[in-house]
């Protein structure tokens, strides 16, 4: 199992280690090619989490970075499970994260 920030536009434009630091993020078929000429198969492609697992990644750093306090629930928490729900949900398109399940080849 291979995780990555997906190279979505969206995805790019909140994420602010990509524009304060330059952070990678990759589109998933890129990654799946790399994958694949290692000797691995590619079982399954998936990108998970929408807006709101932005939001929540960046009211993180937010409490993290600039108040320098950890984030209390009752802040977070409708934002955490809807964010939550944006990973569960199997029918739905995401634009945060790519996974790439794989198999050596044998």
Do not use: Q, W
């Amino acid at each position: 199992l291979l995780s990555t920030p997906n190279g979505h536009l969206i995805s790019k434009l909140l994420d602010p280690a990509y524009l304060l630091k330059g952070h990678r993020h990759y589109n998933i078929n890129k990654i799946a090619k790399i994958i694949e000429s290692s000797g691995f198969v590619t079982v399954e492609k998936l990108v998970k989490g929408g807006i709101f697992s932005l939001i929540s990644m960046n009211m993180m750093y937010f409490y993290k970075h600039i108040l320098k306090k950890p984030m209390s629930n009752k802040r977070h928490g409708l934002i955490k499970s809807r964010a939550d729900r944006e990973f569960l949900e199997n029918n739905r398109k995401g634009l945060f994260n790519a996974f790439i399940i794989a198999r050596r080849c044998r």
